[in-house]
């Protein structure tokens, strides 16, 4: 499988992810963000703080050469997958329904946590057990996710709620004040992905958890 | 040389501003041999300033052990080089922030982390891991002194993670503790390690005529002007008006320049590299021609600038950050500013290296300053400023140990914020970042693994600093010694050191006999343990109003070993053992602190031997997990334990001369787990060492206990946790 990892200015987890893609047996080329996108089997926007998350997470890495090019990959059916700052893109860019709002607590929050998979009729889940519960560390000021309740209900309708943020026993636990708890979600299409915590984090157990690789081997296929 | 002239007849007040002596300007006009003008005046003292030239210090900092097989670059670069093997290196410093960050902590705490990052980069070193080490006064209660702590706390623990998480490097540890001795100036010090290819280290050198000198980064502006002056003077009420000479950060532009670098150093372009930290482009010019010999001529109108209208003065002086000057090979020039713009970073030639042996800077054509490189540095002053041994060291000799309850003061050392878990700080730091990150110091050190080769280094930075004060030189060793065994209890070897001291108002007989003292303790601890001094830094006038900081020599210990175990106890009903010998000491104790309300005492005894010992046993395959005994004793080093693990511990020490034992903090001790089926071998092992041991009791229970004395472990683990997010949601200011 060939991954594009796409790299801002500012991104910092570009490396991590290749490593974490190339583990799981993934062929990993980085695009720079003025760069054409080439042919891939996904394209990933990994974490970081793209042009420092200066004005607000995301919004400028929108205006990016590069995400033109991603839209209209995503638009003609290519995967996308957004960690993070890359969620965050793809809120800014509209390529997923919502908004991301500081954390409830103002503060950076970096820690393991438990994430129940709340739909896995999807690629990028599809290795997991409806119900799992996962644990897989988030790293984030910007992970309070809103959307209107409207689009909500579709998207709970159209099974695009794909994790949410909770205990180790899976009784809802939430760190950042997202609505419904929400951690991960995707687009209608079930083509782009977005979700904060960090998977390429949690591959092998000097790091405490594995729990990331199977996230990232849902896209063999 | 007609610009910037001096005005001789207000000489005495210029020289004033520039904490500059008449004898030292007398030096000055004998080394140019004619009267300096503005901008000469000012290099050189930024040049002889505390900070930069390390004055007061450099006779004490001599006689560092500073070799070891394993040693590739000791003190005198950016930062100190270790092997690692399989032909890497790690490159790592620690360096202080003080006075910027009590008088603005985000930014002050903030441009810490960038400077110290640039030191490591600098050499070609991708930073790995950053360490904090932060004081503050106590933050508790509603006093206008304890909120401004916690403002204090919250502007530089946000003002780490703000910069740190930003450029994608992971905090993963340090320490942080409170004192009264902090509450006018705050101590922040800033360690940051990185990885690289023995090969592949750079240095600041600025050689071969005509080759061409490359100013890249962020613009120059008039931010921190004088700060290097401003960092070496005491704190006074009217200091508030301070605020310009804090320096501003900008992490995306240091994670940019720092991409650009690393990109920069694959290639063979460039012949050396220096960071423009305190004293901006004076010091980067200045050492990176002195280091090859060479001269250079800069055109400071060529100069990047943020802002219209600056002059000469404030461009040699601006301490903007993010920026770097860069010696090319001649002709790749281009290829050099290339690297930058990829990464729209401001690029420009802005001189050429001579071989004149002098600094000679131009302003539009004009010559506006001249300069031979060598007296600058090597006819720094260096002063042997007078010593005296403090009279209160007498008056605190003698104290009278009070005899509390156990469980009563069990009880309170739990709750005391030097001892309960730091989450609310550890997670507003991205630790995982990288994906290295074995083990980020819930207690004791911390460990990341090298992907390149396969190794695990361990890290810790710590000082006893109520030790350093009844006692500076024990102190100081018991602090290198402390470091060390909170890397050993993670089966990594102690190898070598950083350190930051941190003290008063050098011009104090007492502080300097305090410096004096500690950096014995230090060359001692070192040469024992063969952990030598890579690089360092120091900080002096950490004062308020005439009272000095306790002494406080922070060590960075980094370990190197193919194998870690984690802190973590592992299986009920493994074996508990304590070893090392607990003896009734108590001076400069959490327990006299808390219970006689005193930083007083005689030192704990020290035994390298015993240590040595330890530090063997500790990288014992035999061991599940060890904890350090330090602050609080066998009773908070178990109820530390038990908490993080949660996994309840009862354990009987014997061989006490009193109850209030189990809080002593005697040095040399740790506890270790051990599976029951290799307690022959481990016992076996604990005899041939002649190390004091003994078992102490099994893991398991609900009860976090020694010698009777102890908390239910939920309880326990309650207050462990909950203390500090609850002190922290009090107001601040």
Same mark, same amino acid.
């Given at each position: 499988?060939?991954?594009?990892?796409?790299?801002?200015?500012?991104?910092?987890?570009?490396?991590?992810?290749?490593?974490?893609?190339?583990?799981?047996?993934?062929?990993?080329?980085?695009?720079?963000?003025?760069?054409?996108?080439?042919?891939?089997?996904?394209?990933?926007?990994?974490?970081?703080?793209?042009?420092?998350?200066?004005?607000? @997470?995301?919004?400028?890495?929108?205006?990016?050469?590069?995400?033109?090019?991603?839209?209209?990959?995503?638009?003609?059916?290519?995967?996308?997958?957004?960690?993070?700052?890359?969620?965050?893109?793809?809120?800014? @860019?509209?390529?997923?329904?919502?908004?991301?709002?500081?954390?409830?607590?103002?503060?950076?929050? @970096?820690?393991?946590?438990?994430?129940?998979?709340?739909?896995?009729?999807?690629?990028?889940?599809?290795?997991?057990?409806?119900?799992?519960?996962?644990?897989?560390?988030?790293?984030?000021?910007?992970?309070?996710?809103?959307?209107?309740?409207?689009?909500?209900?579709?998207?709970?309708?159209?099974?695009?709620?794909?994790?949410?943020?909770?205990?180790?026993?899976?009784?809802?636990?939430?760190?950042?004040?997202?609505?419904?708890?929400?951690?991960?979600?995707?687009?209608?299409?079930?083509?782009?992905?977005?979700?904060?915590?960090?998977?390429?984090?949690?591959?092998? @157990?000097?790091?405490?958890?594995?729990?990331?690789?199977?996230?990232?081997?849902?896209?063999?296929? | 040389?007609?610009?910037?002239?001096?005005?001789?007849?207000?000489?005495?007040?210029? +020289?004033?501003?520039?904490?500059?002596?008449?004898?030292?300007?007398?030096?000055?006009?004998?080394?140019?041999?004619?009267?300096?003008?503005?901008?000469?005046?000012?290099?050189?003292?930024?040049?002889?300033?505390?900070?930069?030239?390390?004055?007061?210090?450099?006779?004490?900092?001599?006689?560092?052990?500073?070799?070891?097989?394993?040693?590739?670059?000791?003190?005198?670069?950016?930062?100190?080089?270790?092997?690692?093997?399989?032909?890497?290196?790690?490159?790592?410093?620690?360096?202080?922030?003080?006075?910027?960050?009590?008088?603005?902590?985000?930014?002050?705490?903030?441009?810490?982390?960038?400077?110290?990052?640039?030191?490591?980069?600098?050499?070609?070193?991708?930073?790995?891991?950053?360490?904090?080490?932060?004081?503050?006064?106590?933050?508790?209660?509603?006093?206008?002194?304890?909120?401004?702590?916690?403002?204090?706390?919250?502007?530089?623990?946000?003002?780490?993670?703000?910069?740190?998480?930003?450029?994608?490097?992971?905090?993963?540890?340090?320490?942080?503790?409170?004192?009264?001795?902090?509450?006018?100036?705050?101590?922040?010090?800033?360690?940051?390690?990185?990885?690289?290819?023995?090969?592949?280290?750079?240095?600041?050198?600025?050689?071969?005529?005509?080759?061409?000198?490359?100013?890249?980064?962020?613009?120059?502006?008039?931010?921190?002007?004088?700060?290097?002056?401003?960092?070496?003077?005491?704190?006074?009420?009217?200091?508030?008006?301070?605020?310009?000479?804090?320096?501003?950060?900008?992490?995306?532009?240091?994670?940019?320049?720092?991409?650009?670098?690393?990109?920069?150093?694959?290639?063979?372009?460039?012949?050396?590299?220096?960071?423009?930290?305190?004293?901006?482009?004076?010091?980067?010019?200045?050492?990176?021609?002195?280091?090859?010999?060479?001269?250079?001529?800069?055109?400071?109108?060529?100069?990047?600038?943020?802002?219209?209208?600056?002059?000469?003065?404030?461009?040699?002086?601006?301490?903007?950050?993010?920026?770097?000057?860069?010696?090319?090979?001649?002709?790749?020039?281009?290829?050099?500013?290339?690297?930058?713009?990829?990464?729209?970073?401001?690029?420009?030639?802005?001189?050429?290296?001579?071989?004149?042996?002098?600094?000679?800077?131009?302003?539009?054509?004009?010559?506006?300053?001249?300069?031979?490189?060598?007296?600058?540095?090597?006819?720094?002053?260096?002063?042997?400023?007078?010593?005296?041994?403090?009279?209160?060291?007498?008056?605190?000799?003698?104290?009278?140990?009070?005899?509390?309850?156990?469980?009563?003061?069990?009880?309170?050392?739990?709750?005391?914020?030097?001892?309960?878990?730091?989450?609310?700080?550890?997670?507003?730091?991205?630790?995982?970042?990288?994906?290295?990150?074995?083990?980020?110091?819930?207690?004791?050190?911390?460990?990341?693994?090298?992907?390149?080769?396969?190794?695990?280094?361990?890290?810790?930075?710590?000082?006893?600093?109520?030790?350093?004060?009844?006692?500076?030189?024990?102190?100081?060793?018991?602090?290198?010694?402390?470091?060390?065994?909170?890397?050993?209890?993670?089966?990594?070897?102690?190898?070598?050191?950083?350190?930051?001291?941190?003290?008063?108002?050098?011009?104090?007989?007492?502080?300097?006999?305090?410096?004096?003292?500690?950096?014995?303790?230090?060359?001692?601890?070192?040469?024992?343990?063969?952990?030598?001094?890579?690089?360092?830094?120091?900080?002096?006038?950490?004062?308020?109003?005439?009272?000095?900081?306790?002494?406080?020599?922070?060590?960075?210990?980094?370990?190197?070993?193919?194998?870690?175990?984690?802190?973590?106890?592992?299986?009920?009903?493994?074996?508990?053992?304590?070893?090392?010998?607990?003896?009734?000491?108590?001076?400069?104790?959490?327990?006299?602190?808390?219970?006689?309300?005193?930083?007083?005492?005689?030192?704990?005894?020290?035994?390298?031997?015993?240590?040595?010992?330890?530090?063997?046993?500790?990288?014992?395959?035999?061991?599940?997990?060890?904890?350090?005994?330090?602050?609080?004793?066998?009773?908070?080093?178990?109820?530390?334990?038990?908490?993080?693990?949660?996994?309840?511990?009862?354990?009987?020490?014997?061989? +006490?001369?009193?109850?209030?034992?189990?809080?002593?903090?005697?040095?040399?001790?740790?506890?270790?787990?051990?599976?029951?089926?290799?307690?022959?071998?481990?016992?076996?092992?604990?005899?041939?060492?002649?190390?004091?041991?003994?078992?102490?009791?099994?893991?398991?229970?609900?009860?976090?206990?020694?010698?009777?004395?102890?908390?239910?472990?939920?309880?326990?683990?309650?207050?462990?946790?909950?203390?500090?997010?609850?002190?922290?949601?009090?107001?601040?200011?």
């Amino acid at each position: 499988m060939k991954v594009g990892m796409v790299v801002f200015p500012g991104t910092n987890c570009d490396r991590d992810t290749k490593w974490a893609f190339e583990k799981v047996g993934a062929q990993v080329e980085f695009v720079w963000h003025t760069d054409k996108l080439k042919k891939f089997d996904l394209v990933v926007l990994p974490g970081g703080f793209s042009y420092g998350d200066y004005l607000r @997470s995301g919004a400028i890495a929108r205006f990016s050469p590069v995400m033109e090019e991603v839209k209209k990959y995503a638009q003609k059916g290519g995967k996308v997958l957004g960690i993070c700052n890359g969620f965050q893109i793809l809120l800014e @860019s509209h390529l997923l329904p919502g908004a991301m709002t500081r954390n409830e607590s103002l503060h950076f929050i @970096s820690k393991f946590h438990h994430l129940k998979v709340v739909n896995n009729e999807n690629q990028f889940l599809s290795q997991c057990e409806k119900g799992e519960i996962l644990n897989i560390p988030i790293a984030h000021a910007e992970g309070n996710y809103r959307v209107d309740n409207d689009t909500l209900k579709e998207m709970y309708d159209n099974g695009q709620i794909l994790l949410k943020y909770c205990d180790e026993n899976g009784e809802e636990l939430n760190p950042n004040g997202s609505v419904d708890a929400i951690a991960g979600i995707c687009n209608k299409e079930k083509n782009v992905f977005g979700l904060m915590p960090h998977p390429e984090r949690a591959m092998d @157990s000097i790091l405490g958890g594995e729990d990331g690789i199977k996230m990232l081997k849902g896209f063999f296929q | 040389m007609g610009y910037m002239e001096l005005d001789k007849s207000r000489l005495e007040e210029i +020289l004033a501003k520039h904490k500059l002596t008449k004898a030292d300007y007398e030096h000055i006009v004998q080394i140019l041999g004619r009267e300096p003008n503005l901008v000469e005046l000012g290099i050189f003292s930024a040049m002889w300033s505390e900070h930069c030239s390390y004055k007061s210090s450099k006779i004490y900092l001599k006689g560092f052990p500073t070799e070891a097989p394993w040693v590739v670059q000791g003190p005198g670069e950016n930062a100190g080089v270790i092997d690692i093997g399989d032909g890497m290196v790690a490159v790592f410093k620690m360096e202080s922030h003080n006075h910027p960050s009590f008088i603005e902590p985000y930014q002050g705490a903030a441009t810490g982390v960038g400077g110290i990052l640039r030191d490591v980069f600098t050499m070609g070193a991708r930073p790995v891991l950053n360490l904090n080490a932060i004081r503050f006064a106590d933050i508790r209660g509603e006093s206008p002194k304890a909120k401004l702590h916690r403002h204090l706390l919250s502007g530089v623990v946000a003002g780490i993670a703000g910069y740190g998480n930003c450029v994608g490097v992971p905090t993963i540890g340090g320490e942080t503790a409170f004192e009264e001795c902090y509450k006018g100036n705050i101590l922040v010090n800033a360690f940051s390690l990185g990885i690289c290819r023995k090969d592949e280290v750079f240095y600041a050198r600025a050689e071969g005529v005509g080759n061409p000198v490359i100013y890249v980064g962020s613009k120059t502006g008039r931010d921190g002007l004088g700060g290097a002056v401003m960092s070496s003077d005491s704190f006074k009420e009217e200091d508030e008006d301070q605020r310009p000479t804090v320096q501003v950060g900008d992490p995306f532009t240091e994670k940019l320049l720092m991409e650009a670098c690393l990109e920069l150093f694959k290639t063979d372009y460039i012949v050396g590299i220096q960071d423009m930290g305190a004293a901006g482009l004076t010091s980067s010019s200045f050492e990176m021609a002195g280091k090859s010999g060479s001269g250079l001529k800069l055109y400071l109108d060529k100069v990047p600038m943020r802002e219209e209208g600056m002059n000469p003065y404030e461009l040699m002086l601006s301490e903007s950050q993010e920026r770097m000057l860069i010696c090319a090979k001649k002709g790749y020039e281009d290829k050099v500013i290339e690297i930058f713009k990829k990464y729209e970073l401001d690029a420009e030639v802005i001189g050429e290296v001579t071989d004149s042996g002098r600094v000679e800077l131009f302003w539009y054509g004009e010559k506006v300053a001249d300069i031979p490189v060598a007296p600058i540095t090597e006819e720094a002053p260096e002063l042997c400023r007078p010593v005296m041994e403090p009279s209160y060291l007498k008056e605190i000799k003698e104290v009278e140990i009070p005899k509390a309850d156990p469980q009563e003061t069990f009880e309170k050392l739990i709750r005391e914020p030097e001892v309960v878990d730091k989450s609310w700080i550890y997670t507003q730091y991205d630790s995982m970042v990288q994906t290295n990150t074995a083990d980020s110091g819930r207690v004791d050190g911390s460990v990341i693994r090298v992907k390149e080769n396969g190794k695990f280094i361990g890290v810790s930075t710590d000082c006893n600093a109520r030790f350093c004060y009844i006692d500076p030189k024990k102190g100081a060793v018991a602090s290198v010694l402390e470091a060390g065994r909170n890397v050993a209890v993670k089966g990594i070897e102690p190898k070598a050191i950083t350190d930051c001291l941190n003290f008063g108002n050098p011009e104090r007989p007492e502080i300097m006999w305090q410096f004096k003292e500690a950096c014995e303790g230090i060359k001692e601890a070192c040469q024992e343990m063969t952990t030598p001094v890579v690089s360092g830094n120091v900080s002096l006038y950490n004062e308020n109003e005439g009272e000095g900081v306790y002494p406080t020599p922070e060590i960075g210990m980094v370990g190197v070993g193919d194998k870690w175990r984690s802190s973590y106890l592992k299986k009920e009903g493994n074996l508990v053992y304590l070893l090392g010998e607990t003896k009734p000491e108590f001076g400069g104790s959490l327990y006299l602190k808390v219970i006689g309300g005193k930083v007083a005492g005689v030192h704990p005894e020290i035994d390298y031997e015993k240590e040595r010992k330890l530090w063997k046993i500790l990288q014992s395959d035999l061991i599940e997990s060890a904890k350090d005994v330090g602050v609080g004793g066998i009773a908070i080093a178990l109820y530390k334990w038990g908490s993080v693990s949660n996994k309840g511990l009862s354990l009987q020490v014997e061989g +006490l001369s009193q109850p209030i034992d189990i809080f002593s903090e005697s040095l040399h001790r740790a506890l270790v787990e051990v599976d029951p089926k290799n307690r022959e071998e481990f016992e076996k092992l604990l005899e041939e060492s002649g190390i004091k041991w003994q078992l102490v009791g099994r893991v398991g229970g609900d009860r976090l206990e020694v010698n009777g004395v102890g908390i239910d472990l939920q309880e326990g683990r309650k207050i462990y946790f909950e203390t500090f997010p609850q002190l922290m949601s009090s107001e601040i200011l």
